[in-house]
Nanobody, 124 residues
């Protein structure tokens, strides 16, 4: 079956960097656009970034543009989220998602599969 497994979360200080990974199995990775979403306590899940199937296009929420970078490695079936200059407001559970034949949508409803999430906590 399809599995998306996130890793790399943790507790960091404001200004630090962190890289999240999401490894996919049970699917044809090249057929999926990949996205990262996050959900803070008591808030709805929000789009962070996405990358197209071939990896040529990436999209970012305004709140992370210039600080976060998404990338994908087709050989490893893995998508990465590099987060620099972290702020306390970046604290959330981060979810990886896969969208079959997608182009990198910013709507959670477009995604077919989800990971279990990884916690990122940024202390001020």
């Amino acid at each position: 079956q399809v599995q998306l497994v996130e890793s790399g979360g943790g507790l960091v200080q404001a200004g630090d960097s962190l890289t999240l990974s999401c490894t996919a199995s049970g699917l044809t990775f090249r057929n999926f656009a990949m996205g990262w979403f996050r959900q803070a306590p008591g808030k709805e899940r929000k789009f962070v970034t996405s990358i197209s199937r071939a990896g040529y296009s990436a999209y970012y929420a305004d709140s992370v543009r210039g600080r976060f970078t998404i990338s994908r490695d087709k050989a490893k079936n893995t998508v990465y989220l590099r987060m620099n200059s972290l702020k306390s407001e970046d604290t959330a559970v981060y979810y990886c998602a896969a969208d079959l034949w997608g182009r990198g949508a910013d709507s959670a409803s477009e995604y077919d599969y989800w990971g279990q999430g990884t916690q990122v906590t940024v202390s001020a």
